[in-house]
């Protein structure tokens, strides 16, 4: 059993167009021995992108989030003071605030981020899978 998080393109395009996950991604996440996570910080990234106007397609899965995530079969991954300290604390220069929040989650719960951002390769610790 393998706890994935994915990233916020993985959890959407899961639930809207898997066909544009990896193959690899897309049977992980289908496979149910795995445990499917998604951090509130893609919840609020999709809320403040879309408020902005930059992602006016986000408003349904906003408005329905935990029943996209139920039907899914993933949990929602909270954000801790744990978190938000080793999120900041980490010693990586990507400034995006979305993505050090992933990233510290990964390594605070052992999980796999699922993700084809290539930003994270630069991040040592971190499991990746696409």
């Not at 393109?9 to 499917?36: C, G």
């Not at 604390?89 to 993700?115: K, N």
Request: aromatic share 6%; charged share 20%; net charge neutral.
């Amino acid at each position: 059993m393998t706890t994935l998080l994915l990233d916020t393109h993985a959890y959407v395009w899961a639930v809207t167009a898997p066909h544009l996950l990896s193959e690899r991604a897309a049977k992980a996440i289908a496979d149910p021995v795995n445990t499917l996570t998604v951090s509130a910080a893609s919840a609020w990234e999709m809320a403040i992108k879309h408020r902005a106007g930059r992602w006016p397609e986000a408003e349904l899965l906003l408005n329905q989030y935990d029943g996209v995530l139920e039907r899914l079969g993933a949990r929602t991954q909270p954000i801790t003071a744990a978190d938000a300290i080793r999120a900041g604390g980490l010693s990586w220069t990507h400034s995006d605030p979305f993505d050090r929040m992933l990233a510290a989650q990964a390594l605070a719960h052992s999980a796999t981020l699922v993700t084809r951002d290539r930003a994270f390769a630069g991040l040592g610790g971190v499991l990746l899978l696409w």
